[in-house]
């Protein structure tokens, strides 16, 4: 009787961590994505260091996700053989290289961030370079090289256990973060040093749970934290994305001499002015008494001139240059 409950909770753990890993998985691809279409709009440096920490995470969940169904879906017979080995060696080592990757990028980003002086951020750098290269040849070492061949079992260890042990260092980053969050001068450092300390430190109560809950499973609970993280940056991007381009453009000051150090017409300052009120290419067109598509061709000479793609692209170079 005892056997059976204890079989049935165990089949009910798996079921969750399906579940969990299924949800977070595709809520940082989704986030992803969507960092991605607002860097591609403003190649804002915030939307950049977010992408840096992101791209690593969702190539690793995904593939998490990969190796977490395919023996579910393929027939046993077809998960053997020197091809398979071979397959599972390269998820084995890419999965190694994808977590050494996040957990460096995060450590500087944090670096970045804290509110410490040039010397002090290049020392801690390369202490970080450091931890997480040992880090990285204590793995390849544990897991490729004890696993005698045996590359089903080593990716099995990898997936389970790697990313897992891995993401201990980012208690570490949340002790930091709580700790210089209230020298921080700037407004975005205190915000993001405050996401950081209270996604991460949390994993300090949710590694006893992954040990009790998901030991034999490839989510941990350690990526629910990542995955409250992306979802913290999220709307931190796209409040101050919305604050900084789409709600304050009528705020925009044109400073005519940096136009004309860019070979900026009267007439295409008279549409940058008229872009700044938020006016459609049809309206200016009426305003100005010339052809939707002649304003067109001003709008793109102005984007060549100015090295922009778009107008959000255009709005931030203004803000970064207005008048005294």
């Known amino acids: 009787m005892r056997v059976v409950e204890s079989r049935k909770r165990g089949h009910t753990v798996f079921i969750i961590g399906d579940i969990l890993l299924f949800i977070t998985t595709a809520l940082v691809l989704s986030i992803t994505c969507l960092c991605i279409l607002l860097h591609v709009r403003a190649r804002d440096a915030y939307t950049k260091g977010f992408l840096t920490v ?57 670096i970045d961030l804290l509110p410490a002086t040039e010397k002090q951020k290049h020392l801690g750098n390369r202490l970080v370079l450091a931890i997480i290269t040992l880090y990285l040849v204590l793995s390849l070492y544990f897991i490729i090289l004890r696993s005698e061949g045996n ?121 940058i002015r008229l872009l700044v009120q938020g006016k459609t290419n049809r309206e200016i067109a009426e305003k100005l008494f010339i052809s939707t598509n002649t304003v067109k061709t001003h709008v793109k000479n102005i984007y060549g001139k100015l090295n922009v793609s778009n107008r959000v692209q255009l709005f931030s170079l203004l803000k970064e240059n207005p008048t005294p």
């Open 151 to 271: 590359w089903t079992s080593a990716m099995d260890y990898t997936f389970r256990y790697h990313f897992f042990s891995g993401s201990m260092l980012m208690v570490v980053l949340g002790i930091t973060s709580l700790i210089y969050r209230k020298k921080a001068t700037l407004w975005e450092e205190e915000q993001l040093l405050r996401g950081i300390s209270i996604t991460f430190l949390p994993l300090v109560i949710t590694f006893p749970l992954d040990l009790i809950f998901f030991r034999h499973h490839a989510f941990k609970l350690a990526y629910l934290s990542f995955s409250i993280f992306v979802v913290y940056l999220y709307f931190f991007i796209s409040r101050r994305y919305f604050q900084k381009y789409e709600v304050s453009y009528q705020q925009l000051t044109v400073q005519a001499d940096i136009l004309r150090a860019h070979g900026i017409s009267i007439r295409e300052e008279e549409i």
């Open 54 to 110: 992101l791209i690593p995470l969702c190539l690793q969940m995904n593939l998490t996700l990969l190796m977490t169904y395919i023996p579910r879906v393929y027939d046993p017979s077809q998960l053997s053989g020197e091809t398979y080995e071979a397959f599972c060696l390269v998820l084995t080592v890419v999965s190694i290289f994808l977590t050494t990757t996040l957990l460096l990028v995060m450590s500087r980003y944090l």
